[in-house]
Each structure stands twice: as structure tokens, then as C-alpha cells.
């Protein structure tokens, strides 16, 4: 069984995929061509559209797959998994050591840098004497895979997701065993997903929220409800909130200020920010931005300092807003990846196509909302056969008047 979960706008996750396998399963191989199959499938239904990023379990099939159908795409492992395994894998340490365990996930979720990072860890394995351990030091050697201080430079959408792939998963281990026929697992799967949809609805409805969601008076609060979804907005009203614990000096002038940020004034939380007023736009060293597309509280703590009443435009990234789900419904044309002309017969084919499914995928939620597409797609159906016919009366019209 392989889930492929993509995640939408509201930083929420919905399943883009899901194939079942059942010679992998039986016959436990799981290749880079069982893989690359899946993989090339996937892409073919989205379009021929790349993610941005990709986040997998380990597995050298999967790997060589990836590299192989998403050669742009940057591929990091899933910390959720790696983290969880080491429950099993560090069984006797832990019965040792029950803070082991709690320690490990401080330091790969808590630091902000490599430096910090590299000590914490090397700190951990001195303090369980732990140096030895082959496991341990294999995923070290993999961290720029899979640690978020070194992934610092990539986009994937928030890590939180993790937490909602474990929801996922937690279905599948429900739900999917020789006690369950497939076509059991398949409805549950259809309800499950149903739950997921309506879920992403009711947040997109509870996305124009009421006053009580602020917590504070700051334009940049009242600004961010109003362009983010609600899940999005909730994490950067966190780090604003957290900001206002941040003090930032700044120790550079020039066309890129530079300023130390620091929580509660203690040094070694320090954050270097650069600023540059006349592009609108911040770095900071902790490149949550780059990560995750929302600002800071570091950045924010600058900002606050600065006078930025309002987030400059290169500081919002659209996927994360209320717009990110504007994009072509049924109306105006989708030109595809331009590579054929929007006049052409392909391209208004692939056009309808687009828009077909977009019909079925939302007409199957309900029994109401399938009444609803039958009815509209039948009526479209007529008026389009009644404009052609009436194309074909004109022309002989036309013909029999010469
Ligand atoms: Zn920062």
C-alpha cells in the first residue's frame, strides 16, 4: 500500500493517490521500478505538474525512483517516521534511559542551525553513551535529509504536516489487514476522504473568523486574517504573539540593516536578521520563511521595531492565502503547460477534461451535490449539441442559398 498525500492552501493535507499493491505485498519486493511506476502515474494525473518537494519514508527503491521521475524536485526523508522508529530501535536505551527518547525529538524539532543542532546531538550521545551506535550515526550521516536545521533552504510546506500524516497512517493501520476486503477498505477509505474534504471546507468557511481570533491590535494581525486561510494565519499569529517576547537592536545601517534578535534579551537565543527597506524584503539566519512561506517571529520582531505596520508584498506567499483556491475553475482557460496552442483541439480537449473532473470529483462528495452535476452536465450537454446542430443548420442554410 503506498499513500501519496499532497498538501493544499490551508496547510491542510489531502490524499492525492492511493494504489494498492498486492504482488508488493506479497511478494515483500518493493523496487525502484514498482516505484517509478507509481511515481510516473501519480504525475500523469496531475498534469505532468512537479511538486516542489517530496517527503518519503527510507528505502533505496524509493530513492532511486524519485531521483529518477522527480529529478528537480529536492527529496527529504520523514522525520516523523525516523523518529518513530527509534523508539524500536533504541529499546534498551530507552528502558535505560526514559528520557532518551523526548531528548532526541527536542533536538531535531528544536534547533534552529546546524551548529546547534551538530552540539545538541553530540551532547545527547555523550550524556547516553550512545557513540557507538551504528544506527544512530547512519542517520547522521543522512541529517541533511531529514533534520529541519539542514533543510533550512527548501520549501515543504510546514513540517506540522508529519503530524497529519500520522493521522493517515493511523487509518491505515486501522483499517487495512486480511480481516478487511478490499472493497470494505476501499469504502472506509472513500468515507475517510469524504471527512478529509469536508473538514477542508468547513476550515476554508471558518477562515473568515470572527474578531475573537486576534490577539492583539497590530494592522499586521488584522492584515494576515484577512489575505491567509485560517490554518495558516493560526501559525503566524504564533510567531507574532511570540515576537512581542523578541527584542531586536539593530547593529548595522546600509541598504541591508542588520539587527541581532534575541528572546527575553538572552544571547544565546540570537537571530541575525537582514533587512533591506528599499525591496521589502528580510532574511533571517533561522530561514524559517524559505521553509515554510511564513514569516518568522525573528523577522516580525524586526519589524515591529522598524515600524512595519503592514506585510510588504514579497513577504506573502500566495499559497498559503484565501486566493491560493481562486485559481481557473470552470471558467477562463487553462492553457496547460503551454506547449500547444489554447485554440487547438487538444488543448480545449484537455481543457474540458480538466473541468470534468473537477465536476465528478466535487459531484461524488454527496448524494446532493450528485443531482446537482448530473443536472447542470446534462444541461450543458444539450446546449452543446444544440450549438452544434445549429452550426450544421447555418452551414447548409448557407450552402443551399448560393
Ligand atoms: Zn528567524
Not at 511538486?51 to 521521475?69: C, M, N, R, Y
Not at 545538541?120 to 550515526?137: A, E, F, M
Not at 488584522?222 to 515576537?243: D, G, H, N, P
Request: hydrophobic share 40%; proline share 3%.
Amino acid at each position: 500500500m503506498l499513500l501519496l498525500v499532497q498538501t493544499g492552501h490551508g496547510r491542510s493535507n489531502s490524499i492525492a493517490s492511493l494504489e494498492s499493491f498486492r504482488n508488493m505485498r506479497t511478494s515483500c519486493r518493493r523496487t525502484e521500478s514498482s516505484y517509478g511506476w507509481i511515481f510516473e502515474t501519480w504525475l500523469t494525473a496531475m498534469d505532468s505538474r512537479l511538486p516542489f518537494s517530496l517527503t518519503t519514508d527510507e528505502g533505496k527503491g524509493i530513492a532511486a525512483a524519485v531521483a529518477k521521475v522527480f529529478p528537480q524536485c529536492f527529496h527529504r526523508l520523514c522525520r516523523w517516521r525516523i523518529l518513530s522508529r527509534c523508539k524500536k530501535r533504541l529499546t534498551d536505551a530507552r528502558t535505560r534511559f526514559p528520557g532518551l527518547h523526548e531528548e532526541l525529538k527536542r533536538c531535531v524539532n528544536g534547533c534552529d542551525t546546524a551548529v546547534i543542532f551538530d552540539m545538541l546531538w553530540g551532547s545527547i550521545l555523550d550524556k547516553y553513551g550512545l557513540r557507538d551506535d551504528n544506527w544512530l550515526q547512519s542517520l547522521y550521516e543522512i541529517r541533511h535529509k531529514w533534520v529541519p536545521a539542514y533543510l533550512t533552504s527548501f520549501f515543504f510546506a510546514e513540517l506540522s504536516l508529519t503530524h497529519r500524516v500520522e493521522t493517515v497512517s493511523k487509518f491505515y493501520r486501522n483499517n487495512f489487514s486480511s480481516r478487511v476486503s478490499l472493497n470494505t477498505f476501499i469504502s472506509r477509505f472513500d468515507q475517510y476522504i469524504d471527512g478529509l474534504y469536508a473538514s477542508e471546507a468547513q476550515k476554508d468557511i471558518t477562515s473568515f473568523s470572527p474578531e475573537q481570533f486576534l490577539k492583539t491590535d497590530m494592522v499586521l494581525e488584522k492584515q494576515a486574517r484577512s489575505i491567509y486561510t485560517r490554518a495558516a494565519f493560526e501559525t503566524f499569529q504564533l510567531e507574532l504573539v511570540e515576537a512581542m517576547q523578541h527584542y531586536a537592536v539593530k547593529v548595522q545601517d546600509g541598504s541591508y540593516m542588520k539587527y541581532y534578535v534575541e528572546r527575553n534579551g538572552d544571547p544565546p537565543t540570537r537571530h541575525t536578521v537582514f533587512y533591506n527597506v528599499a525591496e521589502k524584503k528580510a532574511w533571517c539566519e533561522c530561514c524559517r520563511f524559505a521553509f515554510s512561506a511564513i514569516l518568522c517571529r525573528h523577522v516580525l520582531s524586526v519589524f515591529l521595531l522598524a515600524g512595519v505596520i503592514m506585510l510588504p508584498e514579497p513577504c506573502i506567499t500566495k499559497r498559503w492565502t484565501k486566493k491560493a483556491k481562486s485559481g481557473p475553475e470552470l471558467i477562463g482557460l487553462n492553457v496547460g503547460n503551454g506547449s500547444s496552442s489554447p485554440d487547438s483541439v487538444a488543448s480545449r480537449y484537455n481543457d474540458l477534461v480538466r473541468d470534468a473532473i473537477k465536476c465528478a470529483e466535487k459531484g461524488t462528495v454527496s448524494a446532493g451535490a450528485f443531482r446537482v452535476a448530473k443536472e447542470v452536465l446534462r444541461k450543458a450537454f444539450m446546449d452543446i449539441r444544440g450549438h452544434g446542430e445549429k452550426l450544421c443548420k447555418d452551414a447548409l442554410r448557407s450552402a443551399s442559398s448560393r
